[in-house]
């Protein structure tokens, strides 16, 4: 049974910095496209970013230069470093396996809030 477990989520300040992991059991992220999506009330699912199996990565515009993603493939693990976070980062974060995103996991809430 496959797994993807989110952490690291919580309340920041503007300005602040979290950095979200996500555990996969059940399945060998080496061989999968990785991804954080988020979700806030009201609004759509948006894709946060992607890892290839190459290293290569794309970003959401709303994200690009303050959140980077990165993968350790021996730790089965994926990661997004959030910094100069802002209050509408605030939403539910999860990260995804597959290129279609096959995989989900549960998620896990990020508010930023003075």
């Known amino acids: 049974q496959v797994q993807l477990v989110e952490s690291g989520g919580g309340l920041a300040q503007p300005g602040g910095s979290l950095r979200l992991s996500c555990a996969g059991s059940g399945i060998i992220f080496s061989g999968y496209v990785l991804s954080w999506y988020r979700q806030a009330p009201g609004h759509q699912r948006e894709l946060v970013a992607r890892i290839f199996t190459s290293g290569n990565t794309n970003y959401g515009n709303s994200v690009k230069g303050r959140f980077t993603i990165s993968r350790d493939n021996a730790k089965n693990s994926v990661y997004l470093q959030m910094n100069s976070l802002k209050p509408e980062d605030t939403a539910a974060y999860y990260c995804?396996?597959?290129?279609?995103?096959?995989?989900w996991g549960q998620g896990t809430q990020v508010t930023v809030s003075s």
């Open positions: 995804t396996a597959g290129l279609r995103n096959e995989f």
